[in-house]
């Protein structure tokens, strides 16, 4: 007689729930909170300018800066506008910060190639230079940087800014992109050499496609600091005609009086293209910032 053996059903192991993004513990929420004050802590300054801004002076002298305006006033807005000729320094803004930052970005890019990728002798010695050229203050360049540019003729023109920038923001750069490139996939470069790629053609095909997004953050990072530059710029530049947004902003302060509410409404235009152009390229930043985690 034949005996049938019914198998035991082994049981499943049922797969854990994952927690939905909205019941995960009180710590995220607890973080969350502080993020948010921390942020609503840092607008505070900006809250009191754009109160500021459109507030009369006979409203600042009587109310003080944390007053509330009676009217709304924009004539600071106007007289800022008009007396230092705002879309002339805008322009210089844009040119010399956009100018810098491709510049920069080129000029770390095949510096940063020849120590990363072309393994010169004594890296490690040049790398620590540009580390070096970068803990120096400005305020320990100026002096020669103005002896030059009046010997070479190039004193109060925004070329000489221009270059001044460019060699600052480099030794960054160099120092920066020398590092990712030291840990280079080294079969990348040996199956290049081998289909017969030169040097420029590895550059190019190889090197800079894969780091485009450490690229794009450096030229926004380049860009944002030169536009906020003003030490070196309120030296180099003397002439309405070549001054910086910041450089024009500070004109609005008197050794003994300043105009508040037109010195606020000032920072609040100069703020506005910084702002924008952030607003518009933020999507690269935070794709670059995320590439260079995955790598």
């Not at 910086?244 to 509410?261: E, F, H, K, N």
């Amino acid at each position: 007689m034949a005996v049938t053996i019914t198998p035991i059903p082994t049981p499943v192991k049922q797969a854990r729930p994952v927690p939905d993004r909205h019941h995960r513990g009180v710590s995220r929420w607890v973080v969350l909170a502080l993020v948010i004050l921390g942020a609503l802590v840092m607008l505070v300054p900006f809250a009191f300018m754009l109160l500021n801004a459109f507030k009369s002076p006979g409203d600042y002298s009587s109310g003080g800066p944390l007053s509330w305006p009676t009217e709304f006033y924009t004539k600071g807005l106007r007289t800022y506008w008009t007396a230092v000729n705002f879309p002339l320094k805008l322009w210089n803004s844009a040119l010399i910060a956009g100018s810098v930052a491709v510049l920069g970005v080129a000029v770390s890019l095949l510096n940063a190639y020849a120590l990363g990728i072309g393994r010169v002798r004594g890296r490690l010695w040049i790398v620590g230079l540009f580390l070096l050229a970068n803990m120096l203050p400005q305020e320990a360049l100026i002096y020669p940087l103005y002896y030059v540019a009046k010997e070479v003729g190039l004193y109060n023109t925004r070329l000489a800014v221009i270059i001044i920038f460019t060699v600052i923001q480099s030794a960054f750069g160099t120092y920066l992109l020398a590092s990712v490139m030291g840990t280079f996939p080294r079969s990348l470069l040996e199956a290049a050499a081998l289909d017969g790629a030169g040097k420029w053609t590895v550059l190019w095909r190889v090197v800079f496609p894969n780091l485009r997004p450490t690229l794009a953050v450096l030229l926004i990072f380049f860009f944002i600091w030169t536009w906020n530059e003003f030490l070196i710029p309120l030296v180099m530049l003397i002439d309405n005609q070549t001054q910086t947004i910041p450089v024009a902003l500070a004109s609005l302060q008197g050794d003994r009086l300043m105009d508040a509410p037109t010195t606020n409404a000032g920072a609040l235009i100069s703020l506005v293209p910084a702002i924008l152009f952030f607003l518009i390229f933020q999507r690269t930043l935070a794709r670059g910032i995320t590439a260079g985690a995955e790598k």
